[in-house]
């Protein structure tokens, strides 16, 4: 399975800025996922990041409030824009490989707005 | 309907017990199935992939039923380590094969 590391771990943010979240995946793969999950509750997919191309955003989600990078099949960014204490949530991206569908998952960035 | 439901218990256990826990899924064209554990505060991580001929990896078992749309996981001889939350996950069929749908989670507390 790979190691995932995400950066930062938490962090407190003032409402009206913007975080970008760092996926680093140990080995190549072939897709990666941007989750988030709001306390109590389960994972809710937001998008997924596409090498080299847009990413892929689900209901609800647009790009323009979560910007997604992903410029090689090791990383990838996520960015919170114009944070409101609504976006206050763990972000977890992971990642699978080949034709399983299995996903490892990063350790997570726990963030607070205020 | 949610795709997948699961019991959000807490399902309250001594040690040794055994206990299950079911998940059901609505989309009768998924084609795979894990049982995912997520301790307090952490990340999930992958507890075992549920094949059709069902599957043991030394105290926990999945069993797969198509025709009833369930999933099952049972832990045997339940130890304090097993306190956790069980997520119950299913490949995304109409949003593409390779997404997963969560589950909410069933709450096990495994006391001494």
């Known amino acids: 399975s790979a190691v995932i590391s995400q950066k930062p771990s938490r962090d407190i943010c003032q409402r009206g800025t913007s975080l970008t979240i760092q996926c680093q995946v140990d080995s190549q793969v072939t897709m990666m996922f941007w989750y988030r999950q709001q306390p109590g509750q389960s994972l809710t997919l937001i998008a997924t990041?596409?090498?080299?191309?847009?990413?892929?955003?689900e209901s609800g989600f647009v790009i323009d409030k979560f910007p997604i990078s992903r410029p090689n099949l090791t990383f990838s960014t996520l960015t919170v824009s114009n944070m409101s204490p609504e976006d206050s949530s763990i972000y977890l991206c992971?990642?699978?490989?080949?034709?399983?569908?299995?996903?490892?998952f990063g350790p997570g960035t726990r963030l607070t707005v205020t | 309907r949610k795709e997948v439901e699961q019991d959000p218990g807490p399902f309250n256990v001594p040690e040794g017990a055994t206990v299950a826990f079911n998940c059901t899924y609505s989309n009768s064209a998924s084609q795979s199935f894990f049982w995912y554990r997520q301790d307090c505060r952490k990340e999930p991580k992958l507890l075992m992939s549920v094949y059709s001929s069902g599957n043991e990896d030394g105290r926990f078992t999945a069993q797969l039923n198509r025709a009833s749309q369930y999933i099952s996981l049972l832990i045997r001889d339940s130890k304090l380590s097993d306190s956790a939350t069980y997520l119950c996950?299913?490949?995304?069929?109409?949003?593409?094969?390779?997404?997963?749908?969560f589950g909410t989670g069933t709450r096990l507390l495994v006391s001494p």
């Open positions: 996950v299913v490949n995304g069929v109409n949003t593409g094969f390779q997404k997963l749908v």
């Open positions: 992971s990642a699978s490989s080949g034709t399983v569908y299995e996903q490892y």
């Open positions: 990041a596409n090498q080299g191309s847009e990413a892929t955003y």
